[in-house]
């Protein structure tokens, strides 16, 4: 087990989606943590970039739910990628 927290979030994929909120959204952050792998980068460069130090960004913070993210994140060998819903500001996890 990795440590990331494995909960969050009501139910079903369309729960996902809307709310009474308002469309879903995802905020995703990489921390200090970050070696610099290049996984990210490479498997998912439409929410993660490299600048000059080779340090990664994230494209958008705010992404719309995309199962193929939280993979990314799970993948991260330093765990320095967090998926958060952007309303709750509650974990996102591929449990939910
Ligand atoms: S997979 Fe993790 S450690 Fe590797 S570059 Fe991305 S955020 Fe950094």
């Known amino acids: ?4 927290q494995r909960t969050a979030g009501p139910g079903p994929d369309t729960a996902r989606t809307t709310g009474a909120a308002g469309p879903q959204q995802w905020r995703v952050t990489v921390d200090r943590a ?16 490299a600048d ?5 960004r994230v ?8 199962e193929d993210l939280l993979a990314v994140a ?7 990628i967090s998926v ?3 309303h709750t500001g509650l ?5 939910d």
Do not use: H, K, W
């Not at 970050?34 to 439409?46: F, Q, V, Y």
């Not at 494209?59 to 995309?66: G, N």
């Open 1 to 4: 087990m990795s440590g990331r």
């Open 34 to 49: 970050c070696r610099r792998t290049g996984i990210c980068t490479a498997s998912a460069p439409r929410y993660f970039t």
């Open 52 to 56: 000059e130090q080779n340090r990664t």
């Open 59 to 66: 494209v958008s913070e705010l992404v719309a739910p995309d």
């Open 74 to 80: 799970e993948s991260c060998p330093a765990e320095a």
């Open 84 to 86: 958060t819903d952007r």
């Open 91 to 95: 974990p996102v996890t591929d449990d």
